[in-house]
């Protein structure tokens, strides 16, 4: 008789947690629409997006290659000729290839920022000054305005 009491117990211990799984279901049936209908106001359905396809032979670090912090910071020194030379920089090639014109040479720095190419740069300086490439003081400045379109 103990066990059959034990038996029924147990018979209705399983019946009230099969009424409050019913419950806490149809509760969170219920929740469930709630979230549903306040995402769907806040957020209306969009359409869906297909990923771009790749470009043929082309891998994914030529069509993204890496950026290094190194690389940033040079562009944007050389990006103002005036601001990437050194103060013995300046002072070398104003009293070497400016004729010790401080105006001249910050003119002329002016002129050859407003140039986009390195071609541009060159001839603008080849028009206006007979400079020997090979020489030194000459040859830095052309390396500075290399470094501005590397």
């Known amino acids: 008789m103990a066990f059959e009491t034990e038996i029924a117990s147990c018979l209705e211990q399983i019946r009230e947690l099969e009424n409050i799984l019913q419950t806490v279901s149809g509760r969170l049936d219920d929740l469930k629409q709630q979230l549903q209908a306040i995402g769907n106001e806040q957020y209306p359905e969009t359409e869906e997006i297909s990923p771009a396809e790749e470009p043929a032979g082309k891998t994914e670090k030529e069509l993204f290659p890496p950026v290094f912090l190194g690389d940033k910071i040079t562009k944007t020194m050389y990006a103002d000729l005036k601001k990437s030379l050194s103060l013995n920089d300046r002072f070398r090639f104003q009293r070497n ?9 910050d003119a002329t ?3 050859l920022n407003k140039c986009s190419t390195l071609k541009e ?15 030194e003081p000459a040859g830095a400045f052309k390396e500075i305005l290399e470094k501005r379109f590397a």
């Open 97 to 105: 290839l400016f004729d010790n014109s401080a105006g001249l040479m």
């Open 109 to 111: 720095l002016d002129e």
């Open 121 to 135: 740069m060159l001839d603008y300086l080849n028009s206006r000054f007979a400079w020997n490439w090979e020489n």
